[in-house]
């Protein structure tokens, strides 16, 4: 993957956390652990990612995860929450802050490596993170997509929210939701990312 492959990254929150993130940004897992939010994480994997570290770098809990596309394995299991769930769009410009890792799948994965961002894109696999779907006939073979689908950047600590460029729904009453809290984004509904068409 090329860095001009990426136009946006992709930031998977309950709407609720919306006015938090606007205020205090984007927080890595063991930061936001200080304030009261809503999670759509599943617990089994962050039992993994709690105990996990970036090789040369810091505990996964300590970074703020992104992903490439956020039309992944993640979002699909989260597919009937849509109406609750938004996608911020992140401003590819966090590539070049200090210590940001490129996780080239699922962090979570022991099969994932990490490299230094903006050059570790390199090792990112474009055609798989951008397909549509990443089911094969080999059933090892959907294993890797799954995993490659995933491919993460990580963000020590936070994400300022001047790097929140918009956000995704999935439908009008989502778009709504986000309407009456009056904050200053643009609304994009896509429910293809979402699953919903």
């Keep these: 993957m090329d860095r001009d492959d990426l136009q946006e990254l992709h930031y998977i929150t309950p709407i609720e956390n919306i006015p938090s993130i606007m205020k205090y940004g984007i927080l890595s897992h063991r930061r936001a652990k200080r304030l009261r939010h809503q999670s759509i994480a ?3 994997i962050q039992g993994i ?3 996990k570290s970036v090789p040369r770098g810091r505990r996964l809990h300590e970074y703020v995860n992104l992903y490439i596309h956020a039309r992944n394995p993640m979002m699909f299991k989260r597919r009937d929450r849509h109406q609750e769930i938004s996608v911020l ?3 590819t410009d966090v590539l070049d802050l200090p210590n940001v890792v490129i996780a ?4 979570a994965s022991d099969y994932t490596a ?3 961002s903006p050059r570790g894109l390199s090792h990112v696999n474009r055609d798989v993170v951008f397909a549509e779907y990443w089911t094969h006939t080999d059933p090892i073979e959907e294993w890797k997509h ?3 689908k995933c491919a993460e950047v990580l963000v020590p600590d936070e994400v300022e929210p001047k790097f929140i ?3 995704y729904v999935s439908c009008e009453d989502a778009k ?4 009456r809290m009056g904050i200053a984004l643009e609304i994009t509904i896509n429910a293809h990312l979402f699953f919903q068409d």
């Design 146 to 148: 799954k995993r490659i």
């Design 89 to 91: 769009r992140i401003s």
């Design 176 to 179: 709504y939701a986000i309407e």
């Design 104 to 107: 080239d799948g699922n962090a």
């Design 49 to 51: 990612r709690d105990g």
């Design 165 to 167: 460029i918009g956000v």
């Design 114 to 116: 990490f490299w230094p």
């Design 42 to 44: 599943m617990e089994d």
